[in-house]
């Protein structure tokens, strides 16, 4: 896995959550894509991760923070990571 962030946050302001909008759409059988609109606490920040296989929802994520507002790109797999056969699990 690789990850590069960094953030700055308003330490006046709690650590909350408010979703403004998100969107979901399923690109394959089990890839994913998602991009998320919300405020937070953050006044300037970025995070990139990059987790291709061998764990639960590998894939990319982007993030961007600025004025209390943050934008998520998400790449993801829809599995979950088999971490005792070192492989994905298997749907029932």
Avoid at 4 to 31: A, C, D, T
Avoid at 73 to 87: G, L, P, T
Wanted: charged fraction near 20%; proline fraction near 2%.
């Amino acid at each position: 896995m690789i990850f590069v962030g960094f953030s700055l946050n308003n330490p006046f302001w709690e650590n909350r959550f408010q979703n403004i909008w998100n969107r979901y759409w399923k690109v394959s059988k089990n890839k994913n894509l998602e991009i998320e609109f919300y405020k937070h606490s953050s006044i300037l920040g970025f995070s990139f991760t990059l987790a291709p296989v061998a764990r639960d929802h590998a894939g990319i994520l982007f993030n961007f923070d600025l004025l209390g507002y943050t934008i998520d790109f998400n790449w993801y797999d829809s599995r979950h990571w088999d971490y005792k056969n070192d492989c994905w699990e298997k749907s029932t």
